[in-house]
């Protein structure tokens, strides 16, 4: 674990960023792990951790200060999330997805639509982005959810399925189709839904495979009138709109995902250490140090090529997109690997809930399929070299 801590000390955090790491760190390590098996076998939302978190003013860090926010680097966001999530993948996500969906109003939105929704975030409100539809998922415009133009107000009519925080949020960051504007593409559009709003309805919450302690839900909008003044930009702005927020939610999946890798990694190597078989440690195994080598590499290098993303973004860049596919793609397949290599290194235990790394394969696989699944990404890297 040499390597991970010197390349950790060379991050080179400022002291205020190291002051918040280290508060988050000790809180995961009080609360959020000891709690996340319990989460995971009942299946219930983790409110004890949300709260711990608003506590710290998590949500501060991504919130403009003239908002109710301390804003903070998208670096740093980004290894909280990786913090978080090595301790509890659910609350991670539930972290995470805030982020997501609130991104869009913080860098689209107007002042006066910031200053109306953004303070209830930063207090501690918890966020959503609405995209998917069962018959809309890697193709956006096939969208059905509708927005009718009514005097001061727009009528919503449809339903998204497979939404993080769907049931919980505050606010909904929701794409659906303009009624006037006849084209697939430039019909789509994006406004802040409030959950009070009448006719809005939760369908039903998911039963799944992992992240069984954040809720998946699918929704339903019966004509729900939303102020016409909660519209992000102009009717017809969401593709660009959805394009821009998710080349910084991905990284932010791939934040999520390698703390589920090195979470993996620390058990793995833990065991295999302590673990003995024919007189020798499982980790002595010239066979089991090669895996171990490859993985670790891999988990260094994949650290560092999120760290460059986050630079891209901080710097100003406009046109990161591919490099955000990059990261998604390399650290959830790398979340993938990891957890599969642990639970094998641990042999019949590692099938057995009574190891946390039989968690990590579940909670592992849905980071290949959500913010785009990687065989998107694929081939969004891979045709960007065609020649024109």
Not at 122 to 132: D, H, N, P, S
Not at 146 to 151: E, K, L, N
Not at 160 to 177: E, H
Request: proline share 3%; aromatic share 8%.
């Amino acid at each position: 674990m040499k390597i991970f801590e010197t390349q950790q000390r060379n991050r080179q955090w400022s002291e205020e960023e190291r002051l918040v790491l280290d508060q988050v760190e000790r809180l995961t390590r009080d609360l959020i792990a000891p709690n996340a098996e319990r989460y995971d076998q009942s299946g219930e939302f983790p409110w004890e951790n949300i709260r711990a978190l608003n506590d710290l003013g998590a949500n501060m860090m991504f919130v403009p200060e003239a908002f109710g926010g301390a804003p903070m680097s998208y670096r740093l966001y980004l290894e909280v999330v990786k913090t978080i999530s090595e301790a509890c993948a659910s609350t991670g996500i539930i972290y995470a997805t805030t982020f997501h969906g609130m991104k869009p109003l913080i860098d689209m939105g107007n002042d006066e639509q910031r200053a109306r929704l953004l303070p209830r975030i930063a207090e501690g409100g918890l966020g959503a982005l609405a995209i998917t539809e069962p018959n809309a998922g890697s193709d956006a415009t096939g969208m059905t959810t509708s927005f009718t133009p009514d005097g001061d107000s727009i009528v919503v009519q449809g339903g998204k399925t497979f939404i993080s925080n769907g049931d919980v949020a505050d606010l909904i960051l929701l794409f659906g189709k303009w009624s006037e504007i006849d084209d697939s593409k430039k019909s789509i559009s994006v406004l802040v839904f409030e959950k009070e709003t009448p006719g809005f309805e939760v369908v039903r919450l998911e039963d799944k495979m992992g992240h069984r302690g954040a809720s998946t839900a699918a929704i339903a909008f019966n004509a729900c009138r939303v102020p016409r003044a909660n519209l992000l930009g102009n009717p017809g702005d969401g593709l660009p709109i959805l394009l821009t927020s998710l080349n910084k939610s991905r990284p932010s999946v791939a934040a999520h995902a390698l703390g589920i890798a090195r979470a993996a990694f620390s058990d793995m190597v833990g065991y295999m250490n302590e673990r003995v078989q024919s007189g020798r440690r499982i980790i002595d195994f010239q066979a089991n140090q090669f895996t171990v080598a490859d993985l670790a590499s891999e988990l260094a290098m994949t650290e560092c090529w999120l760290d460059y993303v986050a630079t891209l973004i901080e710097s100003g860049g406009k046109d990161f997109g591919l490099e955000a596919s990059i990261a998604k793609m390399r650290a959830s397949d790398l979340a993938m690997r990891m957890s599969l290599e642990a639970v094998q290194m641990h042999g019949g235990y590692g099938y057995c809930k009574d190891y946390r790394v039989e968690r990590l394969m579940r909670d592992a696989k849905i980071t290949q399929i959500w913010e785009g699944t990687n065989q998107v990404h694929r081939q969004l890297i891979g045709r960007s070299f065609a020649k024109k």
